[in-house]
C-alpha cells in the first residue's frame, strides 16, 4: 500500500506540473479510494494543497474534513484551513486555529502565521509576544540585508524627509505596521493572489498605514492631507473588483498614487499583448482570452481567429508560476485541454521557441521602477516552462549554469545595453506603471522576447547570494520614486 501511495502521489505530482491540474487532483481521488484510511488521508492532503493552490478555497475546504480526521495528517490541515480563512479575510478564524496548532507543534512557521493573523487584527502586543529569536531572523533576514543602503539613500529621518502620509493600499492576508517596529511577517501562508509586497523593500524607520480594499468604498475613510498612496492591487485576473473600487475612492480625494488602479487594470495578459503590440526591440507573443462564458466557440477556432498558430501556450486566466500552463501541437489537445473540468477562461499565446544552441532555455526577470531598470534573476533550464523552483533545482546542479547568472547580475548593463534597456523602460511608460516586473529572454541573435509584464512583483526571498544586490538596488529605487512623488505635494 505505501509503494502505490507513493506511485500516485509521484504520478499526480508529475501532472501537476505539468500544468494537467484537473487529472492529477482525479488520479489522487481514485486512489484515495484504494487505499486504507491511513493512506488516503496523505492522499486527500496532497488533492486539498493542489486545489488550494489553484485558488479553489470550496474544493479545499470541502476535502479538509477527510485529511483532519486524521492525526497524522491533522496539523497540516488545520494549517491549510487557518490559511484558506486568510484568504477569505477571517483573521480571527485563523489565529484560533493556529493557536490550536502551536499546542499540537510550535514550529517557526506555524508562530509567524499567527503572527500575521494577530497583525490583520490590530494585536500588535500578542503578536509582539509571539516574536522569539527564531522568527524574528527569519522574517529579517531578507530586509536587513539591503535596509542599510536604502536608509543611506535617504541620508535622514526617513518620515521628515518624505515630508507626507504613506500609505500601502491592498488586500492581503498579513498586514504590515511600518513604523510601529514590527517587520512584515510573511509566514509560511501564501499572500492572496494578485498582490505585489513592495512595502516589504522599506526599513522599519519609515512610517506607514495601510488601507485595506474589500467590502463597500463607503468602508474607506477620508485619507489626510498629503497622501502617497501605494497601490498594491497588481492583477486584474484577481482583484479587478477591488480595483475598480479604488479606483472610485481615489478620484473622490487629492492622493497621489503610485500604479494608479485604472492603470493596473489594463494589464491583464491579452491587453498587454495588444498595448505593446508595435513596441519596437522586443517581440511580444499575440495572446488572446477564450472565456466560455463569453463565445461558444471551441478555443481553437479563436486561436485561428486572432492569427495564433500552433503550438501554442494554454494557461488558466490568473494562473501564475507556470500552474495549469501547458504547450499544446494539436487543434484536438486544445479543445480536450480545454474542456476538462468546471468552465474556465483560459489565455492561448503564441508559443516562441527561445533554445539556445546548447538546447536550454533563459529566462530574465527586470524590476522596472521609476526610472530604474535593475535585473533580478537570469534562469537557466532545459524545460521550455522556466520557474525559480525548477530553474534553480537545475542551475545548482550545472555550475556553469549558476556561472552565467553570476555574471549576468555582476554586469547588468554591460549584459543588456542602453538600447534594450530602454525598451523595458518603455514598457512601463506604456502601461502607465511605476512599479512592475518583465520577464523576458535574450535570444542567441541578441532580440529579446517578452514572457509577461506585470505588478505582480514578489519582494520577499532571496534564493541566492546574487540575487542580495539587485534586492538591494530595488529597495533604493523604491525609496527614490517615493521621494520624487513627494516632491508633488
Known amino acids: 500500500m505505501i509503494e502505490s501511495t507513493r506511485e500516485a502521489l509521484l504520478t499526480a505530482e508529475a501532472k501537476f506540473r505539468d500544468g494537467h491540474v484537473d487529472e492529477a487532483v482525479l ?16 492522499l486527500h492532503l496532497a488533492r486539498a494543497l493542489m486545489l ?13 474534513p477527510l485529511v483532519l480526521s486524521d492525526a497524522r495528517t491533522h496539523l497540516a490541515g488545520t494549517l491549510l484551513k487557518a490559511d484558506c480563512a486568510l484568504r477569505n479575510g477571517d483573521s480571527s478564524l485563523a489565529s484560533s486555529l493556529l493557536h490550536n496548532a502551536l499546542t499540537i507543534e510550535d514550529d517557526t512557521n506555524t508562530r509567524l502565521g499567527l503572527i500575521a493573523a494577530l497583525l490583520v487584527q490590530g494585536k500588535v502586543r500578542e503578536a509582539q509576544a509571539l516574536v522569539s529569536p527564531g522568527s524574528s531572523n527569519a522574517c529579517q533576514d531578507v530586509r536587513e540585508r539591503f535596509a542599510a543602503g536604502v536608509l543611506r539613500d535617504l541620508a535622514t529621518s526617513a518620515s521628515a524627509t ?21 517587520l512584515s511577517f510573511w509566514s509560511a501562508f501564501s499572500p492572496l493572489p494578485g498582490q505585489s509586497d513592495i512595502y516589504a523593500l522599506l526599513p522599519a524607520a519609515i512610517d506607514w498605514d495601510f488601507l485595506q480594499i474589500t467590502g463597500a468604498p463607503s468602508r474607506l475613510g477620508a485619507p489626510a492631507a498629503n497622501t502617497l498612496v501605494v497601490n498594491l492591487l497588481a492583477d486584474p485576473d484577481w482583484r479587478r473588483d477591488d480595483l475598480l473600487e479604488f479606483a ?5 480625494t487629492d492622493c497621489i498614487c503610485i500604479n494608479p488602479p ?72 486544445l479543445d480536450h485541454a480545454t474542456s476538462m473540468g468546471p468552465a474556465t477562461a483560459h489565455y492561448l499565446t503564441e508559443y516562441v521557441d ?35 523552483s525548477d530553474a534553480d533545482v537545475y542551475m545548482r546542479a550545472h555550475p556553469e549554469a549558476l556561472q552565467e547568472e553570476d555574471t549576468i547580475l555582476a554586469n547588468p548593463d554591460q549584459w543588456l545595453g542602453s538600447e534594450d534597456r530602454n525598451c523595458l523602460l518603455a514598457i512601463a511608460k506604456c502601461l502607465g506603471l511605476d512599479y ?36 538591494r538596488r530595488a529597495g533604493k529605487s523604491f525609496a527614490k520614486l517615493l521621494m520624487a512623488y513627494g516632491s508633488k505635494f
Not at 488520479?27 to 496523505?42: I, K, T
Not at 472610485?248 to 473622490?252: D, S
Request: net charge negative.
Open 162 to 182: 518624505l515630508g507626507h502620509s504613506l500609505v500601502m493600499a491592498g488586500h492581503v492576508d498579513i498586514q504590515p505596521t511600518g513604523g510601529q517596529g514590527l
Open 354 to 388: 527561445c533554445r539556445h544552441a546548447d538546447g536550454l532555455y533563459r529566462k530574465t526577470r527586470a524590476y522596472l521602477i521609476g526610472e530604474d531598470c535593475i535585473l533580478h534573476h537570469h534562469l537557466v533550464s532545459p524545460d521550455w516552462n522556466i520557474h525559480v
Open 248 to 252: 472610485t475612492w481615489l478620484e473622490r
Open 262 to 333: 485604472r492603470h493596473v487594470l489594463r494589464t491583464a495578459r491579452d491587453d498587454v499583448a495588444r498595448l505593446l503590440a508595435d513596441m519596437p526591440g522586443i517581440h511580444v507573443p499575440r495572446t488572446v482570452r477564450w472565456d466560455p462564458a463569453m463565445t461558444r466557440d471551441p478555443p481553437s477556432l479563436t486561436a485561428s481567429q486572432n492569427g495564433i498558430t500552433l503550438p501554442l501556450i494554454i494557461r488558466p486566466v490568473g494562473s501564475h508560476t507556470g500552474v495549469g500552463m501547458a504547450l499544446v501541437d494539436s487543434l484536438d489537445t
Open 436 to 471: 512592475l516586473i518583465v520577464d523576458f529572454s535574450m535570444l542567441e541573435d541578441g532580440r529579446l522576447v517578452l514572457f509577461e509584464a506585470n505588478a505582480v512583483c514578489r519582494f520577499t526571498g532571496v534564493e541566492r547570494a546574487a540575487r542580495i544586490e539587485p534586492m
Open 27 to 42: 488520479l489522487l481521488g481514485q486512489a484515495s479510494v484504494a487505499v486504507p484510511p491511513e493512506f488516503a488521508a496523505q
Open 52 to 64: 488550494f493552490s489553484i485558488g479553489d478555497l470550496a474544493g479545499t475546504l470541502n476535502l479538509l
